[in-house]
């Protein structure tokens, strides 16, 4: 029986001098080469003022939804919109329909969308592309088994009747605070759309189209078969659900009868909330449905197009194109696609941390430039968040260029990390601005011991009942990735377990573990990211790597492990978790599995060298790596999250920055087993 030591990993350990290359014969210095050629990309790519900001890659809706607006308000280029057109065909899948992600099942919802955008600029029922995209809806149900968003916006042009969707009252911004329902116990986003939504369903706007722009080809048996109004629940009798089918059912009959005694009211504190919130921010809620939803209110509320209001939120809305009229080289076809929204503090934090971690100078000046920005970005204005949380002064950040109404934890903490990576000639007001930051942190911990995104135990699931909730986000609870994040940064600033708000954090985490030892990703796709999040910040606060949680949670990523070396997942682990971990293997999450495996102290198994090895083979000669799906039009594959099972992302840049950390990070680790 051999007797030779063993690490945790499972491989024997080596006596004597540690070579300075891992398994599988590749050198070191190949991976230095590495390491210089990426952090001398992003070199290239950093703005003069300081920041760093990628591309966010998202789905066909919001071409379709595009073409919904303006053909709704009479504005648009049309040169613009037929660009639209372009990518929306792009994006089709073989079965004619359309995906929430690139390599997805298709949606009906998206389906409905841009079948709608195609007749609207003009494309004929029989052509073989409407039908093959017909024939796909109607086998996912039709038009009725769309969610309340899409069928708002097929009202408001004559394809669906408004008695038949879930009423979305304005009345709801008068309830209080102290209120167990009002729009701060909702989740920052789905206030930020829901509000002018509801503007809109008051005012029931309504465009007449001609009758061949119409979809009723793509209600089941015929519109004037269908069922419009959501089913009851037959099998649960006294429910949530149909509690709150049956309030709205007398919504619509106070509605019918024009029994609204507080809608003026409610309609004025909505439009000054939304006005309220156009300040210190990039367009509402800095995010496309909101913005675009509060175009259309402000329209239906009486603004005029030449009203500076009406001017500047439409100006803010334009701005997320990407007009390409000479196409791309990975698609020459002219495309106009839009954005969800602009990824720069978050971008820019990650790439400053990563290159710091890569050994760049602390003093070099692109360095100070990129973290003075992010000083430049820190928000002390209260706002949304602060009607949960009270008596602290804020200092937190956004993820976009501006929104001071809705700054995140999860931004918040990666900017603390970037600035540990810079010694700034203004040190004290630095280290002043960090220290108010972390009390804000901690103030925005949740009961559980856990951090969510833009709000502080947002976790009322009965709202995820109410009708018109059903895209899926009315809440925002603590997650994983989020909490392991904060807990590397505290560890950074000096906090350690016997910190009582610690160790709540570390017990959350642990008790969320999953029974295969993966961490849910709430942000990220999806185990992978929220297991590499959680093993960082365990290992940062000193976890032990022996403990079961942590060497059950690397060997499950060592499970995964595709036979091409890397690592990858889908979004559709979202719908189906017995698929977590199983993917192509993608630059991004090949990087997060390494991560995670370094953090559980497995620094020399062949799964490590082989991921290392994986990322080094496809490295481009500029330094850069790509995540192109093969025989998808250039697109690339989506690991980023917005909401679970409804929107996806792909961050042009996580492809870039993680790959980066993962190589330093094995540089370093391996440098340290020397010594």
């Known amino acids: ?34 390491i210089a050629r990426a952090a001398d990309w992003f070199w290239g790519k950093q703005h003069d003022q300081g920041y760093w900001v990628g591309e966010l890659e998202a789905d066909s809706m919001l071409e379709a939804d595009y073409i919904f607006m303006h053909t709704l308000l009479g504005t648009g280029d049309r040169g613009k919109m037929e660009r639209c057109i372009n990518e929306i065909l792009r994006h089709q899948n073989e079965d004619g329909g359309w995906s929430l992600y690139p390599g997805g099942p298709s949606n009906v919802n998206y389906g ?72 701060y116990q909702i989740s ?31 209600f089941v048996g015929g519109r004037a078969n ?46 000054k909330w939304m006005l309220d919130h156009f300040e210190r921010s990039d367009g509402l809620g800095a995010i496309y449905p909101a913005m675009l939803n509060a175009v259309v209110a402000l329209r239906y509320l009486g603004y005029s197009m030449d009203d500076p209001q009406f001017i500047r939120a439409l100006d803010e809305f334009e701005k997320l194109g990407i007009d390409c009229p000479n196409g791309e080289p990975d698609y020459p076809t002219p495309t106009f696609r839009m ?4 990824s720069p ?41 602060a009607h949960n949380v009270k008596n602290v002064d804020a200092s937190c950040w956004c993820f976009f260029f501006n929104n001071d109404h809705q700054p995140d934890v999860d931004d918040t903490g990666e900017v603390l990390l970037a600035l540990k990576a810079v010694d700034n000639p203004r040190e004290r ?25 833009f709000d502080k135990d947002n976790t009322k699931k009965i709202f995820e009942s109410i009708p018109f909730a059903d895209h899926n986000a009315m809440i925002d609870p603590p997650s994983m990735d989020i909490t392991g994040r904060i807990l590397e940064m505290l560890a950074g600033y000096g906090y350690t377990r016997r910190d009582k708000r610690v160790e709540k954090a570390v017990q959350f985490i642990l008790r969320e573990q999953e029974p295969d030892g993966s961490w849910f990703g709430r942000w990220g796709v999806n185990y992978l990211y929220g297991t590499f999040l959680v093993l960082r910040g365990l290992q940062a606060m000193d976890y032990s790597y022996l403990e079961p949680a942590v060497q059950q949670a690397a060997e499950w990523i060592r499970m995964v492990q595709n036979s091409d070396g890397g690592w990858g997942e889908t979004c559709g682990t979202y719908d189906d978790s017995s698929q977590r971990g199983v993917g192509p293997s993608t630059p991004s999450q090949t990087a997060w599995a390494l991560l995670g495996l370094l953090a559980a102290n497995d620094t020399r198994s062949d799964s490590v060298a082989k991921g290392i090895r994986w990322l080094i083979e496809r490295q481009h000669e ?54």
């Open 112 to 183: 409905v969308k841009c079948y709608f955008a195609l007749k609207l600029m003009g494309w004929n029922a029989d052509h073989p592309v409407m039908v093959k995209a017909r024939e796909n809806v109607l086998s996912l149900g039709g038009v009725v088994q769309c969610n309340t968003f899409t069928k708002i916006y097929l009202c408001a042009l004559g394809q669906y009747d408004y008695d038949a969707v879930p009423a979305v009252p304005p009345e709801i911004v008068l309830f209080p605070d102290w209120w167990y329902f009002n729009i």
């Open 188 to 218: 920052a986003w789905s206030r930020a759309i829901l509000v002018p939504l509801s503007i809109i369903y008051a005012k029931k706007p309504f465009k007449k189209i001609p009758a061949e722009q119409g979809i009723d080809e793509l």
């Open 345 to 385: 503090v978050w971008d820019t934090a990650q790439v400053l941390s990563t290159l710091g971690e890569a050994g760049i100078s602390r003093n070099d000046p692109r360095m100070v430039k990129a973290a003075d920005w992010l000083l430049s970005k820190e928000i002390r204005y209260k706002d949304d968040w």
């Open 622 to 675: 500029d330094g850069s790596w790509d995540e192109l799906c093969p025989g998808r039009n250039g697109e690339s594959y989506y690991t980023g999250t917005g909401f679970p099972r409804v929107f996806y992302l792909g961050y042009h840049l996580y492809k870039q920055y993680f790959p980066l950390l993962a190589l330093t990070t094995y540089k370093k680790a391996l440098e340290q087993g020397e010594e």
């Open 339 to 342: 954005q969800p929204c602009f």
């Open 226 to 271: 269908a069922k419009l109004r959501l089913p009851w629940d037959r099998k649960h009798t006294f429910s949530w659900r149909n509690l709150f089918l049956a309030v709205d059912r007398v919504m619509h009959w106070a509605e019918g009868v024009h029994i609204r005694p507080l809608r003026k009211m409610a309609l004025k504190k909505a439009e």
């Open 1 to 34: 029986m051999s007797t030779q030591p063993v690490n945790p990993q499972g491989t024997p350990q080596t006596k004597g001098a540690v070579p300075r290359f891992g398994r599988m014969d590749l050198g070191m210095d190949r991976v230095e080469n590495g």
């Open 429 to 453: 007001y630095q280290y002043e601005v960090t220290q108010r930051a972390i009390e804000w942190v901690f103030a925005m911990q949740c009961k559980s011991g856990g951090w969510a995104s």
